[in-house]
């Protein structure tokens, strides 16, 4: 009897251990089961100091200058991206239209003293610009997006930003390919030396149709004094204007305008507003 009795002492302690054994097994891995089904994709709520993120939206094109201002002179930060993605919204050929539509813009309002046209678009991108700027409230943002294009044009090549809702151009690189081409005589000369400093500015505030806008000459740049130099092998000759716009709101954007002349290699203008210099 006493032997039965050990037997079935020992049997009920195996059968203890095994249990404790089993438990310290299978209890953690259904308890974290437990744990994490409660807890994952739950919903926590918590008073909390926060910074609110305002995406804003543009009524006009002129509203988008008056922005790039805000920025230039709140020293806000601007962030460029390039959309891959939406490249293909628009084909070379409408690109190519709306652009021709906007030279002859540009035309009329003097910012070229003779008619000018893309005869295929070469190369694009689509950019978006973000215009961060802080204040009181928080941060707030608001985006612009450009097309940045370059295009053949009748002796020489021209680079240009244009905006892409209402396809205004926000500055541009006129080249001529070689010496000859896009000569700098007549009309083209006179623009280009006598006639670019007192026409540009009024230029730009007309085609941009900015109402209530005023500028003056910025002479904070040693460059603006016109250079030759012989270093590379070739002289050239730099004929710059650099202004800022004041807008009605009292901020100011920077506008630049030169002309390069090389001995060798024909001329360039650059002008209008960069975007990416804030």
Known sequence: MNKRKRYFRALL???????????????????????????IG??????????????????????????????QT???????????????????????????????????????????KAESVIWRNYLEYCLVMEDNTGESRRNIYVWNAGCDV???????????????IYSFTLSTKEKGTLRTNGLWHKFLT??????????WISYWELKDTAYYADYSDSSMAKTKTGEWGYSDYV?????????????TA????????????????????RLNIM
């Open 13 to 39: 302690a195996f059968l203890l251990i095994a249990g404790c054994a089993v438990t310290a097994v299978v209890v953690p891995e259904k308890t974290a089961a437990w744990y994490d089904a409660q807890t």
């Open 42 to 71: 739950a919903v926590e709520y918590a008073d909390m100091e926060y910074q609110p993120y305002q995406i804003s939206y543009f009524d006009s094109f002129s509203e988008k200058i008056g922005a790039v201002a805000a920025c």
């Open 74 to 116: 709140g020293e806000g930060r601007t962030y460029v991206l390039e959309l891959g993605e939406h490249a293909d919204i628009m084909t070379d050929k409408k690109l190519q239209e709306l652009i021709n539509g906007e030279l002859a813009d540009m035309y009329q309002a003097g910012l070229l003293p003779e008619p000018l």
């Open 154 to 168: 009748e002796g020489g090549t021209l680079n240009l930003q244009m905006d892409s809702e209402y396809h205004r």
């Open 194 to 203: 006598d006639g670019m400093n007192k026409k540009i500015p009024e230029a």
């Open 239 to 251: 004929v710059p204007l650099n202004f800022v716009l004041e807008m009605p709101d009292g901020n």
């Open 254 to 273: 920077g506008m630049y305008c030169e002309a390069v002349f090389f001995s060798d290699a024909g001329w360039t203008l650059h002008g209008g507003m």
